[in-house]
């Protein structure tokens, strides 16, 4: 099992839907979670990190996080094209090393 | 602030022949972080410092990687004999004690081996 596990995508919304991108991980210790943002050609760039269970709301980013699931989620609301990117799902882990899963490729349609 | 600068953008060689590539983290940040990047293995950490000194280089693949941090402002990570399963993205990335998990990264160097 990998540490770190998101939907392998291509994931297609069409604009001002909701986006639904999720992510499981191994390490049951694991107290941080992290969403990037990766456009084409581009480095990542983070836009939410949890550190609690429950939701965490940024504009229309929301991190969802179920520990006793091993599950972390992003909402994102009022898709936009300009939201067409990759998203790493990365989990720092119980013995200090942040895993990036494989991102999930999201298209948003106009 | 200038961000993380990373060069070169782009390196082309041959297999074989010494590649460095070169960070400055963002100043005042304590953390550097070296990854690399492919379609096959996503993103992987490779090594990271702290306050200069290396606190974890579990994910070097080999012993034909190196890194150093001769001081706070500068590291190099070189791969003496290059390969061509070396071609990837190497991003470089600096966060601050305030907020270590807060990663930001470099533009990347693309690394091709022929």
């Known amino acids: 099992q990998k540490e770190v596990e998101q939907n392998s995508g291509p994931l297609s919304v069409p604009e001002g839907a909701i986006a639904s991108l999720n992510c499981t991980y191994s390490d049951r210790g694991s107290q941080s979670f992290f969403w990037y943002r990766q456009y084409s050609g581009k480095s990542p760039e983070l836009i939410m990190s949890?550190?609690?269970?429950g939701d965490k709301e940024d504009g229309r980013f929301t991190a969802q996080l179920n520990k006793a699931s091993q599950y972390v989620s992003l909402l994102i609301r009022d898709s936009q094209p300009s939201d067409s990117a990759t998203y790493l799902c990365?989990?720092?882990?119980?013995?200090?090393?942040?895993?990036f899963g494989p991102g999930t490729s999201l298209s948003v349609i106009p | 602030d200038a961000g993380v600068i990373q060069s070169p953008r782009h390196e082309v060689t041959e297999m074989g022949q010494e590649v460095t590539l070169r960070c400055k983290p963002i100043?005042?940040?304590?953390?550097l972080f070296w990854y690399r990047q492919t379609m096959m293995r996503g993103l992987e950490l490779l090594i990271y410092f702290n306050n200069n000194v290396p606190i974890d280089d579990s994910g070097m693949p080999e012993d034909r990687f190196s890194a150093k941090m001769p001081n706070a402002s500068f590291s190099t990570l070189k791969i003496q004999p290059s390969e061509p399963r070396d071609s990837a993205v190497y991003f470089c990335a600096s966060s601050g004690d305030l907020a270590p998990d807060t990663q930001y990264f470099g533009p990347g160097t693309r690394l091709t081996v022929l």
């Open positions: 949890i550190y609690s269970n």
């Open positions: 990365a989990v720092k882990t119980s013995y200090d090393k942040v895993i």
């Open positions: 100043s005042g940040h304590d953390y």
